[in-house]
């Protein structure tokens, strides 16, 4: 059912860019509110028990932010106190991305940084997939856009690290290779895509990637209906119907709350 809402989404937004129609306004904003609702009702359903994670007044990370269905939410869960780096390098994203920021009056609360976040800063050439809004990726071959780190990012603030949402088509090692202050001090909580294909294209893999958080001392957990619950390694590695499973990863010391209605635990 997914899959196909998809295609059939994708194949819209194939048609509409290629004839230009994407560049109007109105047509562009009719797409927003397409794939917004998608992701509300579909796609990212329980993402409301992210909310149990983050305090009031911390940092958020959204890396890859797109047009800002994930920033936005952080930015209300954090408050004025707070601060979310939201960062995506596709330059209509972004547009899209701070523009929303505006309309949601929260530019106090969220940076948008038009970057990809990578393991070093410098550049990096990104990939952009005409048909696909979500699907721009860092390759070989692509326009030139600016890298940035984590660490580089979030130095100097001195507000707790809550979570850090990873969405990188494959690449989400090269992130967590560039986050490793933020992981080693703030232990946060890391919620990322694990797809097996996309992270293969960059020499890695799912187990890879879960081993690695394990090793500094995570474990995964899935959003349901119900809460945050615990999932064993095969779980996370076996590939939902779209190819990939979006997997929040915990720090040993974090209790979540089976509703997910709770705070984190005080380290």
Not at 47 to 70: H, M
Not at 165 to 187: F, P, S, W
Request: charge should be neutral.
């Amino acid at each position: 059912m997914r899959a196909r809402i998809i295609g059939a989404l994708l194949a819209v937004y194939g048609r509409a860019a290629a004839s230009g129609l994407l560049d109007r306004p109105l047509a562009r904003r009719a797409f927003e509110s397409a794939y917004l609702g998608y992701k509300r009702l579909i796609e990212a359903g329980h993402v409301n028990q992210l909310r149990s994670v983050i305090e009031p007044g911390s940092t958020v990370i959204d890396v890859g932010a797109n047009i800002g269905f994930f920033a936005l939410k952080f930015g209300r869960w954090v408050g004025p106190g707070g601060r979310v780096i939201a960062i995506e390098p596709e330059g209509r994203n972004i547009a899209t991305l701070r523009r929303r920021v505006r309309r949601a009056r929260l530019e106090t609360v969220i940076e948008c940084v038009e970057a990809a976040a990578a393991d070093r800063p410098g550049e990096v050439k990104l990939a952009v997939n005409p048909a696909h809004p979500g699907d721009h990726r860092l390759a070989n071959e692509g326009a030139l856009v600016r890298a940035v780190t984590i660490d580089e990012l979030t130095s100097g603030d001195s507000r707790n690290v809550a979570l850090v949402k990873i969405d990188v088509q494959g690449a989400e090692m090269l992130v967590l290779a560039g986050a490793r202050r933020v992981i080693e001090t703030h232990h946060p909580a890391i919620f990322v895509e694990v797809d097996d294909s996309a992270l293969e294209q960059f020499g890695s893999s799912g187990n890879e990637l879960i081993e690695n958080l394990g090793a500094q001392g995570y474990t995964g957990h899935v959003l349901t209906g119900r809460g945050i619950e615990a999932a064993t390694a095969p779980t996370l590695t076996t590939k939902s119907i779209d190819g990939y499973i979006d997997v929040l990863f915990l720090p040993e010391a974090t209790r979540p709350s089976v509703n997910g209605e709770g705070r984190r635990a005080v380290r």
